[in-house]
């Protein structure tokens, strides 16, 4: 039992804006009160928030580990020994497993969400989450491009694309739809890619946009507690914020969740031309209050770039020269892998940094913007509390802005934009909003009934050293991390959805399977004694 | 002046990235001997395994069969080591100034991805001279690394800038991936010389077998191998009259990158 007290709380869910309030814990859980005898953590001079959610990030599965094998000059620049308590890890860009976990926690981070996961590669995703201590974490699984689904949408067999998806999130233990470059990844296994919503996926007679709207409705019908998480097409174009704003009309009305949108909200017709779309895109969100999305703000520096867009990998390896992973998951997705390099004074580098600030500080409403690098896309995680000085300090803002290649200040809005976050703003944008969006009700929160992960930071005036240094880390009640010192190891939670399913459905697809997969149908799903600790969030229909 | 001699010869490799005169100029004997190395996976103290003499000085001179003992000079920047004796893996890597002597044969990643500097061996060394780690895409980046013997596989590969002077033998893909820098090799060349390299030069004065990617451009006598030569004979270093006066055929490559590599072989 403990209780904290004297501490300045931000808990948006609840309303709570710097009040001080005491927080009681019992058994891992958020309690009304708690007896006397409770062993009481004094937080004077610190904020208390809820427990970071990180809503997209890379850490686990095929190609994070593909990554970490491409760079082995990654691992030599950051070693982390080993200690008493902690395992040894390395890895900037791309930390191996354990340190994810450690690091992630040093920020006050508790809840993380691998964001793209093939099927095929769930246990192994999931085994490796279960070595990536400290934190809860889930997978999505990558949909948009699945043989099946594609077979089904160009049958027109709306019902069986449902089961189906209900069968494979119960397979794989994810936790929400992934869409990924929907179609463009099936055409890239022709040397391809898809330009629009309406181009033809090659030999499925479908199109991006009919894969979207059926996702998202059966995103819908099976009620998933998290909107459909999409990576639109066209990333990384010149352009593509009509790719962008197309495809939130086509899904008006539906619970989307429109990831990595600073690499989606480019102007101009060619790489000379590129612009800053934000404005468009943060005032069609600022109407339409369905969708959410998260930024990936690009940190300048060396990075690992890696998704499941194959064709883009491609042409970023095109265009960067740099070296290339490139691998096709049967049936189901694809995947590429390139290192790169975001420089202050390149101009397309700078107005992504710009456009990603833009994204944040233009879109009126925190509770459809979340902070999100895209870990490694974007930059390493490790820079959140960079991003947020950025967003809390206009001062320090307008000096990067200056320091940057000189068309910011000429091409974008950003010096002009005046907004600081608040202390609250950032409580949502960090936790309680992704929260919200991933429906884990009992999380994000500080209210009654709500898991005790809670984080009490210093108050100082320089919020990036703020966010570095939390003084203490607690994971169900249990003090992990203080001073900077982690005081235990910790095994987090694996939280995935459990759907009713189709029995009868199962005989369908086992005949294909057997036919086409290189694993044995009885062998596919993920069984539980995979997980070291799970938590499954049962939804009913 | 500060002298280790090593005690005993030992079959696990001891890392001593401490063995550097960054660290060593300003210590006291106590320090020295206290400061620590790698045995497999324990611990173990400089003044465990050598005999020290001396103390704060940037010149350290080792004795002894060092073939285990790894990583000396490991991004040094100033002064001088000199050793007399066997040296194992990575002696001077990440080095960024300053010089290594070796009478003796040193073991693979000598000078790896070097940034300044000056290294020279008498005796044979390894693999990847001036080399690479792997997954670096810039390699060594500055410094001259002499040595008299043979060396391996990958002798300046990926290297950015720099000058490297083999005067013995070397083993396959010399220059691969050359970014820039210059190659001399006085003796034979194994296969696949200089493949995948976008600029820079490597001048050999035996007759070699190149990739079909590269393409011959003329025999000429580049004016440049003067301003190289007069340095090596300053270093010592006999060069015969005849490879003064050339002629040298030259070949640009690998045309399936850059192509802007020149490999120069000594034609008469």
């Known amino acids: ?541 | 002046m500060i002298l280790l001699k090593l005690k005993e010869k030992y079959d696990i490799p001891i890392e001593a990235e401490v063995i550097s005169p960054d660290i060593f100029f300003d210590k006291t004997h106590t320090e020295l001997c206290g400061l620590p190395l790698y045995y497999g996976n324990k611990e173990k103290k400089l003044g465990e395994v050598f005999e020290v003499e001396g103390e704060k000085s940037d010149q350290i001179y080792l004795e002894g069969d060092l073939s285990k003992i790894k990583k000396i000079g490991f991004g040094m920047s100033r002064g001088k080591i000199s050793i007399k004796g066997n040296v194992g893996l990575h002696l001077g890597a990440f080095m960024k100034g300053g010089e290594i002597f070796v009478e003796g044969d040193v073991d693979s990643w000598v000078g790896a991805e070097m940034t300044g500097g000056f290294i020279r061996i008498k005796g044979n060394a390894g693999n990847r001279v001036g080399g690479i780690y792997r997954g670096t895409t810039v390699g060594m980046n500055r410094g001259t690394i002499i040595v008299e013997g043979n060396a391996g596989y990958e002798v300046g590969s990926f290297m950015r800038r720099g000058l490297i002077v083999i005067l013995g033998n070397v083993g396959d893909f010399t220059g691969s991936y050359m970014i820039a820098g210059t190659i001399f090799v006085f003796g034979t060349l194994g296969a696949r010389t200089g493949a995948g390299m976008r600029r820079g030069t490597i001048v050999t004065f035996n007759p070699v077998s190149l990739l079909p990617t590269f393409k011959y451009d003329t025999t000429y006598t580049p004016d440049f191998l003067r301003v190289y030569f007069h340095f090596l004979k300053k270093q010592g270093i006999s060069i015969k009259e005849e490879y003064l006066k050339g002629p040298y055929r030259r070949y640009h490559g690998d045309i399936s990158e850059l192509g802007k590599g020149e490999i120069l072989e000594f034609a008469a």
């Open chain 1, 1 to 541: 039992m403990l209780k904290i007290i004297n501490g300045e709380v931000y808990d948006p869910l609840n309303g709570i804006n710097g009040g001080i309030k005491e927080i009681c814990i019992r058994d891992g859980k958020i309690v009304d009160e708690v007896p006397n005898t409770a062993k009481i953590i004094d937080a004077s001079n610190l904020v208390v928030m809820p427990g970071g959610i990180d809503i997209h990030s890379h850490i686990s599965g095929l190609k994070v580990n593909a990554g970490r094998g491409l760079r082995p000059e990654d691992h030599r620049r950051m070693v982390i020994p080993k200690t008493r308590i902690t395992r040894s890890g390395t890895g900037y860009t791309i930390p191996s497993t354990f340190a994810t976990g450690y690091l992630y926690t040093k920020l006050g981070y508790t809840t993380v969400m691998e964001a793209a996961v093939p099927p095929i590669g769930a246990r192994h995703t999931h085994e490796e989450l279960n070595d990536t201590p400290m934190i809860d974490k889930g997978c999505y699984i990558v949909l948009g491009n699945n043989e099946f689904i594609l077979r089904y949408l160009q049958k027109g067999e709306y019902e069986k694309a449902r089961d189906y998806t209900a069968w494979l999130l119960n397979a794989t233990k994810g936790y929400a739809i992934k869409i990924v470059n929907p179609g463009g990844v099936e055409n890239w296994k022709y040397g391809q890619d898809v330009s629009g919503l309406d181009d033809k996926v090659n030999h499925f007679d479908v199109t991006p946009r009919q894969i979207l709207t059926a996702l998202a409705q059966i995103n819908q019908d099976l009620h998933l507690p998290h909107g459909v998480h999409i990576h639109c097409n066209n990333l990384g174009v010149p352009g593509n914020y009509r790719t962008t704003l197309e495809t939130l009309h086509a899904l008006e009305g539906k619970r989307v969740h429109l990831t990595h949108v600073q690499f989606h909200s480019y102007g101009g017709e060619n790489w000379s031309g590129f612009a800053s779309k934000a404005p468009e895109i943060a005032e069609y969100l600022n109407q339409h209050p369905h969708a959410t999305i998260d930024v990936g703000q690009i940190i300048f520096g060396d990075t690992t770039t890696m998704t499941a867009d194959g064709p883009w990998q491609y042409r970023l390896h095109k265009i960067s020269e740099k070296k290339w992973y490139n691998s096709d998951v049967e049936l189901e997705s694809g995947c590429g892998i390139v290192p790169y390099v975001y420089k202050e004074k390149n101009f397309v580098n700078a107005i992504q940094w710009a456009i990603g600030l833009e994204l944040f500080l233009l879109i009126k409403n925190p509770w459809q913007v979340f902070m999100s690098t895209d870990h490694p896309n974007g930059g390493p995680f490790i820079f959140y509390p960079y991003i947020i000085r950025l967003l809390m300090d206009k001062n320090f803002r307008d000096e990067m802005t200056k320091r940057v290649h000189k068309r910011v200040l000429k091409d974008t809005v950003l010096p002009h934009i005046t907004r600081e976050y608040s202390l609250y703003e950032i409580a949502i944008i960090t936790r309680a909003g992704p929260a919200k969006a991933l429906g884990l009700t009992h999380k994000g929160h500080l209210g009654v009934g709500a898991d005790a992960d809670i984080v009490l930071y210093p108050k100082l005036e320089n919020k990036e050293e703020m966010f570095e240094r939390p003084v203490y880390v607690l994971k169900e009640g249990e003090v992990i991390l203080q001073e900077g010192q982690i005081l235990k190891d910790w095994t987090g939670k694996t939280i995935f959805v459990e759907l009713p399913e189709n029995k009868a459905f199962q005989n369908e697809i086992r005949d294909d399977f057997e036919k086409y997969y290189t694993v044995e149908f009885s062998n596919y799903p993920t069984g539980l004694e995979t997980f070291a600790r799970y938590e499954s969030v049962k939804v009913s229909i």
